[in-house]
């Protein structure tokens, strides 16, 4: 027979699991974050700070985590940025990808506006109606990226490429036949790399070499695909958490999806009061704040652009990686 005292502390501890298993997220949106078409979230954990760009207006903007503040500039003389990131051992410097260049600029994350130091390199010259869209650093500090057309229909001419770079090398092609190259995440536990094409509504994993930064073996991994092209959900950015779960953005679909790569299982969806869900990044000060953000395309009506913090999703992810240069 238990004691009373003993029932009470089991039956505390019952409740307790069952309160684990039911607990839910929260969404709040960051105060003044809006960016038409926010995009490419990176977590710096030196400055915890989140920065993320406002493509359409070349702007530059970062969350302050001690300060919840955001901080916006426009890169100087420039019409586009479509992604941001520190550069290694320059704490005012950053590569940003505006049209078909990768420009490093001066910014204190402060002021109003960003200055152009110089072009580190430039792609598709040939394709003047292309621009790059999604970047990041792979663990190792090299740089992967890709371009999409802009202007046209991007599922009819993929002119997209993905490219790898490296410090001190050249350029190097790793996809062509892309339409919108968007999402990147890397797996170093189980050596894997992740990568969205929009336009082929999936995610493909490869085998990827940390030493050589060479991917190899497509496969897919999450299928996004309806039963007609009118339910398509459009896989946007993308981001892992130290368990390996992928989190899939949905340009349309107002969600977010946590997906075991290993089994294309969704284990949560998680819900947005607005449908353009660009991308996600881990951060604060433990890496278990999802940021996510968001786009005001086609007259998309408040809050729209706005960017959130997702927390109480009892997972961690890893913070961005500075480029080498």
């Known amino acids: 027979m238990l004691h009373l005292s003993e029932f009470s502390v089991r039956f505390a501890l019952l409740m307790g699991f069952l309160c684990g298993l039911t607990m839910s997220y929260k969404v709040e949106p960051l105060p003044d974050s809006y960016a038409g078409l926010g995009e490419g979230p990176h977590w710096d954990a030196e400055r915890q ?41 320059k704490p005012q410097e950053f590569a940003v990808g505006c049209g078909r260049r990768v420009l490093i600029v001066n910014w204190d994350g402060i002021a109003p506006v960003a200055k152009v130091v110089r072009t580190l ?7 003047e109606s292309n621009r790059w869209n999604d970047a990041k650093t792979d663990p190792k500090g090299r740089f992967f990226g890709g371009t999409m057309r802009y202007i046209g229909d991007e599922f009819v001419h993929r002119h997209g490429e993905l490219y790898k770079w490296t410090a001190g090398g050249q350029i ?33 994993s490869y085998d990827f070499d940390f030493e050589t930064g060479v991917a190899t073996n497509p496969k897919v991994v999450f299928n996004l695909r309806k039963t007609s092209p009118k339910d398509h959900l459009l896989p946007d950015g993308l981001t892992i958490d130290s368990e390996g779960n992928l989190y899939v953005a949905t340009f349309n679909g107002a969600t977010i999806f946590k997906v075991d790569p290993n089994t ?62």
Do not use: H
């Open 49 to 89: 700070s989140l920065y993320y760009v406002d493509i359409e207006a070349a702007g530059l903007l970062r969350y302050d985590y001690n300060q919840n503040k955001v901080y916006k500039a426009k890169v100087e003389g420039e019409s586009l940025a479509g992604f941001v990131l520190p550069i290694e051992g």
């Open 121 to 127: 390199f430039e792609v598709q010259k040939e394709y």
């Open 172 to 204: 190097s092609v790793v996809k062509s036949d892309v339409g919108i190259s968007n999402g990147l995440a890397w797996d170093e536990k189980a050596k894997k790399f992740y990568y969205i094409d929009t336009t082929d509504y999936e995610v493909k």
């Open 264 to 325: 294309g299982k969704v284990l949560l969806e998680i819900k947005f009061p607005t449908k353009q869900i660009t991308s996600s990044a881990f951060g604060g000060p433990n890496l278990d704040i999802l940021y996510v953000t968001t786009a005001a395309k086609f007259d998309q009506p408040s809050p729209a652009g706005t960017t959130y913090k997702v927390t109480g999703l009892n997972a961690t992810g890893y913070a961005g990686t500075n480029l080498k240069i």
